[in-house]
């Protein structure tokens, strides 16, 4: 993209992030961890698939895609809320005695949203975290293009798992920024339960959080948002078959299953399935599967909370300091809590 210039090299090149992966499975073939709770979650009763295996790269690539839909409104609503609390976000930080941040970025993506935020928080590192390792490593790439003097330390792991990090990154001032409502995918105890390890000096070691997540609202608009006119939504969730396949190495046959999105009331969440279409058989090494016609796997939970059960899951945790930001029609809110 530069013209090439009769400079020395390293004078003005960009520093290139460090990037370790924590992720066996891409470091050295599929991860037996991987595979036995792949079986594991097919073997149930009620099958499942745990949601991180929706990111490989093609299936990160469909929920980048997602986020354009006219029916998902989560991600341009959080960044509308964006745009207008930056200045404030920042302030806040800086009134809870944040001086250096270390902005760890919690599925991090292609970064995006953390390339908005970094100008206005100043991080002194930059950590984006993310289990797609391959599809991470090219937007630390771009992210340091972008800024060529920030420390970026780009860490390929599954999260879910547990919150130690790397001695690489840095443990005074840290801010787990974890947007997009991907909190949702735990249950609220799981949640609780990693928002308290994200707490713990032991652990996360964290300061501040800042937190986006979607709030309850009319059945209709959640179930649209997760059942797209384009069928988007359906084929990312049918890709994580693709994915199970070369995990696994299993056999499921994408034709035959149907994607399903419902909101239950009682549980304030969006479900997301996997239908079979009919009889039919999974086979992968060392295990099989018989699913009858209108059998589900059930790949996802999307949570949804309000400003007051949020409110009171920060605290519960042991965050004190707790502000939000929202929108007008009040469909999604953004949250600073400090420790
Ligand atoms: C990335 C977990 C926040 O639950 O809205 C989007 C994933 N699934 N459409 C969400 C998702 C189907 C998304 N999160």
Same mark, same amino acid.
């Given at each position: 993209m530069n013209a090439p210039l009769k400079r020395p090299k390293l004078a003005l090149a960009p520093a290139s992030p460090q990037f370790i992966n924590c992720h066996p499975a891409t470091a050295q073939g599929p991860a037996p961890d991987a595979a036995r709770e792949l079986a594991e979650g097919l073997n149930a009763v009620a099958a499942s698939v745990p /949601?991180?295996? +929706?990111? &490989?790269v093609l299936g990160s690539q469909l929920f980048e895609t997602i986020t354009e839909l &006219?029916?998902?409104y989560p991600t341009r609503t959080e960044a509308g809320i964006f745009d207008t609390a930056y200045q404030s976000i920042a302030a806040t930080a800086a009134s809870a005695g944040i001086k250096q941040p270390c902005l760890i970025d919690l $599925? @991090? $993506? #292609?970064c995006a949203k953390a390339t908005r935020l970094i100008p206005y928080l100043k991080p002194k590192q930059y950590v984006p975290v993310d289990i797609s390792v391959d599809f991470l490593r090219d937007a630390a790439e771009q992210v340091q293009t972008t800024f060529p003097a920030l420390d970026i330390v780009g860490i390929g792991m599954d999260f879910s798992a547990g919150? @130690?990090? /790397? /001695?690489?990154?840095? =443990? =005074?001032d840290r801010v787990f920024f974890y947007p997009g *409502? *991907?909190?949702? #995918? +735990?249950?609220p105890d799981q949640a609780l339960a990693f928002l308290q390890q994200m707490v713990d000096p032991a652990q996360? @070691?964290? =300061?501040g959080l800042l937190l986006g997540i979607d709030l309850v609202k009319d059945k209709a608009t959640l179930e649209a948002a997760y059942d797209d006119a384009l069928g988007v939504t359906a084929a990312f969730n049918k890709n994580l078959l693709r994915h199970v396949n070369t995990l696994l190495g299993s056999d499921f046959d994408v034709h035959q299953w149907r994607h399903l999105a419902l909101f239950n009331e009682t549980e304030s969440r969006i479900e997301m399935y996997l239908q079979a279409q009919r009889n039919l058989m999974v086979h992968w090494p060392g295990g099989e599967r018989a699913f009858r016609g209108g059998e589900r796997i059930h790949t996802e939970n999307s949570c949804k909370y309000t400003v007051a059960s949020m409110t009171a899951l920060l605290r519960r945790a042991g965050f004190t300091q707790i502000s939000y930001w929202t929108d007008p029609k009040e469909w999604f809110a953004v949250f600073w809590a400090s420790v």
């Open positions: /949601p991180k295996y +929706f990111y &490989d &006219d029916e998902y $599925g @991090a $993506g #292609n919150l @130690a990090l /790397p /001695p690489q990154v840095q =443990r =005074r *409502s *991907s909190l949702g #995918n +735990f249950s996360g @070691a964290a =300061r």
